[in-house]
């Protein structure tokens, strides 16, 4: 029987992965799964969204290997521009819901993922796990982010995998509003 086609979809993914990408003979943990992660989304033809924001990160903080998987993906046609402009009732919540100037940083810092998250399909892989448990907690007061899936490719490596093998669904347990 052959495989069923595995959907693509539009995945946000933070400069954080871009950054810690290794090349092919890397043996760091991170760098690893980082690198296993992007050639995944690749082969499984899943899709980058780049809104201008995410887009100047990558350009700021990639790797050499991550450049080269960019530039494939923009040669396969999968990247997608969004178009998400900075949301300002959206920041200035963030800014109300802040705890501490340095939570407020980390959140302000992080915006533009959840802004072109919100524009596209609601899908998010990032390495920092502390920014993310502040957007758990601003996620069950602020009804617009709470459908948005957050992955981490260096936690729980195999999982992740399975889940774009998977056509990277919108899970329960992986949306911000339910962890």
């Given at each position: 029987m052959a495989k069923a086609k595995v959907l693509s979809?539009?995945?946000v993914i933070d400069c954080s992965i871009a950054h810690a990408t290794g090349p092919e003979d890397a043996v760091h943990p991170t760098a690893k799964h980082c690198r296993d992660f992007l050639l995944a989304v690749r082969r499984i033809c899943h899709r980058i969204g780049?809104?201008?924001a995410v887009a100047e990160e990558w350009k700021r903080h990639r790797s050499g290997f991550a450049r080269q998987w960019l530039v494939s993906m923009h040669a396969r046609k999968k990247v997608v521009?969004?178009?998400?402009d900075d949301d300002?009732?959206?920041?200035?919540?963030l800014e109300t819901a802040a705890t501490s100037d340095k939570s407020r940083e980390a959140m302000l810092k992080d915006a533009h993922l959840l802004e072109a998250a919100t524009q596209s399909e609601q899908r998010i892989a990032a390495l920092d796990d502390k920014v993310l448990g502040l957007?758990?907690?601003?996620?069950?007061?602020h009804k617009a982010i709470q459908q948005i899936c957050w992955v981490n490719p260096d936690r729980?490596?195999?999982d992740v995998l399975e889940w774009l093998e998977a056509g990277a669904p919108l899970e329960q347990a992986r949306k911000l509003g339910n962890q």
């Open positions: 979809t539009v995945l780049m809104s201008p521009e969004i178009d998400a300002s009732s959206l920041r200035r919540a957007f758990v907690k601003f996620a069950r007061r729980d490596f195999d």
